[in-house]
Each structure stands twice: as structure tokens, then as C-alpha cells.
């Protein structure tokens, strides 16, 4: 499935575990355990020179004051299949494919995390992506 940022940010609507409403819309669980991709900014570690991970977001932010701070509706937990050398691992911009978790992380009623992306490949963008 090619999966929108939209369609991610739709659980927002029916899921919000601090005001008790805990029910996953059908239209997001139906995607747990497919084949997906999506397309959007990225972020790796700092300080590896080889990432394992990274994270996918609809907006782009440079962890301080430019852009916009993701939740986690509009964020996605990346684990790659394979580490990133070089200068990959200045990538910004890109499509990720994996297959996707939908897995609430609470912390109390607090969501910290929704979506995990298992064995995903990246595919770096037209603007700031850099080759793997």
C-alpha cells in the first residue's frame, strides 16, 4: 500500500488515550502488518556513522527551532534492513517501504508513539537526498 501522511494523521480523530477515546479507527489497524510505503522528511541518529534507524515525519524540523515538532500521528518509528553507509545517512528527504506496525506507546494515558516501520528500505528524494 502507498500510505499518505493524512491517512496517518486521521487516527487523531478517534484515538486519544488522554481523553479515554482508545479505539483505533479500522481504516489504520487494517494496515498493521502490510507492506507499505510512504514518502516524506527524515532524520537519522546523531553521531552513527552507520544508522540502523531513523525517523520518517510529514514535516520537516531540525530537533530545535526550524519546522515543525512531530507527534505521533505524523511521525513513524523506522527500523532499516540494512544500515545506511556513507553519505547516506544525510538524507532528508525520501520513500521508505517496510512493513508497518501499529503499536500504541503509552506512557500513562500519554501517546509517545503509534506507528514502527520493520525491515524498510529508503529511497532518498529530489531535494537534499543523498544516494545510500
Not at 9 to 35: C, D, F, W
Not at 99 to 116: D, I
Request: hydrophobic share 40%; net charge neutral.
Amino acid at each position: 500500500y502507498a500510505i499518505t501522511w493524512d491517512l496517518l494523521l486521521s487516527a487523531m480523530e478517534e484515538y486519544v488515550p488522554k481523553q479515554g477515546r482508545k479505539n483505533l479507527p479500522a481504516r489504520i489497524t487494517m494496515l498493521a502488518g502490510k507492506h507499505v510505503s510512504i514518502t516524506g522528511n527524515v532524520t537519522f541518529p546523531s553521531m552513527v556513522e552507520e544508522p540502523e534507524e531513523l525517523l520518517a515525519r510529514m514535516n520537516p524540523w531540525d530537533g530545535c527551532c526550524i519546522g515543525v515538532p512531530p507527534t505521533p500521528y505524523d511521525a513513524v518509528e523506522v527500523h532499516l534492513a540494512q544500515p545506511i553507509k556513507g553519505q547516506g545517512r544525510f538524507t532528508n528527504y525520501g520513500t521508505l517501504t517496510g512493513k508497518l506496525r501499529v503499536e500504541p506507546q503509552l506512557v500513562g494515558n500519554w501517546l509517545v508513539g503509534l506507528y514502527v516501520l520493520d525491515a524498510a528500505k529508503l529511497a532518498p528524494g529530489a531535494f537534499g537526498g543523498f544516494s545510500p
